[in-house]
C-alpha cells in the first residue's frame, strides 16, 4: 500500500474547458446549442462532447452469481466521485432510454475509471440489458456523482461497515480507498448475502483481511447454514456483539436493502447509542405505504382524468395511464420527473411530508396522492 | 355552422368509433421503439447536414450558383428542422425515447416563435378546442376570415393581401399568435400583461434576429451581403412552404367547424369525430410527407398528436377504414386541389356572406381554373 496523492476529488480540466466558456458566452449560444455541438464533434470522435459524460465499457469481469462488474472509462467532462456517492448510469433499449442508479466499486483511481458492479435482478430491465448486451467498447452515459453518503473527514479512528447484497458496492469503495491512502483506521467489514455463491468481492475481502491487521472481514449467509467463522442470518444484535463489542464508539455505516438499515437504526436505539449509523437504503421505503384508498387523478395536459390509489407514486400511475413522464431515477434523487402540481395533496415518499400547496413543483416518482390531484402533465 | 357531409352518428357509434381509434392507437404506441428513435435521428441527422452545407455554400456565396444553392439547402433545411423535427418532437411524439434532444419540454426549434409560447398556442389551444369558433385561435389566427361563422367586417377586404403578407413573414406571425393582440385591441387583455409576456417573445425574436441577420453574415466577413440575403431568403421559403401547408391543413373544402356547445360534456369519440371533420390530407410520396412535417397526414396528427409522425402513413390506411365504416367523409386530395380550395376560403370569406356575391366569386374562381387549366379549382 502506497500513500497517494489526493487525486480524487480534484476536478479535472479538460480540453473543453475552455471550449465551454466560449459556448457559454451569449453570442455563441445563438450559433450552435449543445446538442448540436454534440452531434458534429461526435462524428470526429463518439466520445467528444461538450458537457455530456459519455463512457466507454473498458472491462467486463463477473464477481458473483448475477453480478458483473462494468470498468467504464468516462470522457473529460467527468469530474469524479468520493466513493460512496452514485452516478446514474443510462443506457439506451429499443429506441428508448433507461436511467439506473449505482454506486461505483472501486477507489477513485488515477486512471479516471469507474467501475459499476451490477447485480441482475429477476426482470430487470436495464440490468438484464447490461447483464446480456452490453460489451467492451461501447459508449453508455454517466451522470456527475451525487449523494451525501461518503466517509466523515477526517476519518474515524474506528469504522464498522454493514453491506447487505449489492449494497457493498459503496462501502467497498471505501474501503478501497481507505486502504489505497494508507490510512491506517480500525475497520470491521460485515457482508450479507443470501449464500456463499452471492457474496461479492469475497476473494478480495479475504486477501485484504490476511494483509491488513487492522481490518477485520465478517462474512454473514441469511438463506443457508454458514460456515465455520461466518455469521449466520440476518443482521441481529447477536451478531453485532460477535465482531464489533465497541460498536458504541464506532463510526458505522450501513448499505443495503432497507430491512437492513431498519434492523441497525433500532438496535442503535435500543442500546441507547450516541451516533446513529449513517445508512443508505436501495429500495426507498416506497412499498411500505399500504394506505390504498381511490381518489381522482387529472392530467391537464394530456385532458385524462383517472382513478387513481392513494400512497402510490405519481409517476407509476401517470405511467399506468399511458402517459410518459419525463423520468430519470425513480428514487426521488435526479428530479428529472419533476412537475407542476396545479391542485391536491400529496405526501413525500421519503419524507414522509404532506404538502397541499397549488402550484408547486413535486417530483412524481416519489409523491404519492392523498387527495384528488391534478397534475401539469 | 358549416354543414356536415358526414352521416350522423348514434351515441353508441361515436363511443364505437372511439375506441376503434383509441385500439389502433394503442396498437402503434406498444410498438414504438428502436425503428421510429433511428428515424429520428435520421431527421436530426438530415437537418444538420443540410444546414451545415447550406451555411457553407453561403459563404462561398458570392458566387451566384452557390448563394442559390445554399439558400435552397439552407431553407430545406429549415423546413425539416421547423416541421418534421420540431412541431413533432414539440408535440412529445418522441418523449417515450427520454432523450433531452428529441423531447418535447426541452426542445427548441429555429423559429421566431418560442417553444413555450407554441406549446401553449398550438399543442394545447389550437390542438384541443380545433375549429371551434372563438376557442381555436388558428381559425383565422385573429385576423382572417375563412368561415361563414365568423362575423364579416370591412377591413375583411384586405385579407388577400394580408394573407401574402402572412405568408412571407409566416415565423412571426406565429410568434406573434400567442399574445392575442386582437384581444388586447378589444380590452379584453390588459397591457400589462400583454408586455409581461411580451419579454419572453421578444428574447426569442432577437435571438432569431441576430443569428441570421447579424452574427452569420459577420462570420462571413467581406461576403456579409450575399450571407444576410441568403438567409432572408431561406426563412421565406421556410415561411411559405409552412404557410400553404398550415392553410391546407385546416382550410380545405369540406373542413368543417363548431360552435362552443360542442365543448360542453364532449366525450373522447366526439372528440375523435371534431378533429377528423376539421382536418384535410395531402396526397403524396414519402418525401413530400416528409418535408410537409406529415402535416400531409394533418387527420392523423389531428386524431393522434403525440404518436411519432414516421406512423402516420401506417395508420392512415386504417382512419381511411374505420371512417368509411362510420360513413364519415376522410378529406383528402391532391396539394393543387386542396391549396386551390384553402385560396379560394381567403378571396370567398373576405367578402360578405350574401348570394350575390358568392355567385360572383364562384364565377370568378370558375373562369380563372379554366385560364390555367386547374380543374381542381372547380372542385
Redesign the interface.
Known sequence: MSPQTKHRTAPRVGFTAPLNRLLAAP?MR??L?E??FD??ASRLDPQLTLNRILARVEAIRPEARNVVSFVLRPNRNWRGFRPGQHVQLTV?I??????RTYSPSNAPAADGTVTLTVKRHPGGRVSGYLHEHLAVGDIVELSQAFGDFVLPDPVPAKLLMIAGGSGITPLMAMLRDLLARGIDTDVVFAHYAHTHRDLIFAGELVHLGERHPNLHVYFGVTGRSALPGELSGRFSGHHLDRMASDAAERCTLVCGPGGLLDTANALWRERGYAELPRGEAFTPGLATVTDTSEIALRFT?S?KDVRGKSGVPLLVQAEGA?L?P??GCRMGICRSCTCRKQSGAVKNLLTGEITAEPDEDIRLCISAPVSDVTLDL | MTSSQARPLTREEVAAFGAELDELR?RI?AD???????YVRRI??AV?WSE?GGRALLFAGILPPAWALGTLLLGLSKILENMELGHNVMH?QY???????F?S?TY?WDNACSAIAWRHSH??VHH?FTNVVGRDRDVGYGFLRLFPEQPWHPAYLLQPAASLLLALGFQWGVALHDLELERVLRGEKSVEQLRRELKPVLRKAR?QL??DYA??PLLAGPFFVPVMAGNLGANLIRNVWAFIIIFCGHFTERVETFPESVLESETRGEWYLRQLKASSNLDGGRLFHILSGNLSHQIEHHLFPDVPANRYAEMAVEVKRIAAEYGQHYNTGSFARQFAAAMKRIVRYALPNVAPVRRAVDILVEHVGRLHGVEALRA
Open positions: 453570442i445563438m450559433l446549442d446538442h448540436v452531434f458534429y439506451e429499443d429506441g428508448a432510454r433507461h436511467a395536459r385532458f399511458g410518459r419525463r423520468s | 394503442s404506441v414504438l421503439g428502436e425503428n421510429d428513435a433511428r436530426r441527422d444538420r451545415l412529445g418523449d417515450w425515447m427520454q432523450d433531452p434532444e423531447h419540454q427548441d399543442n394545447y384541443t435571438r441576430l443569428k452574427i452569420f
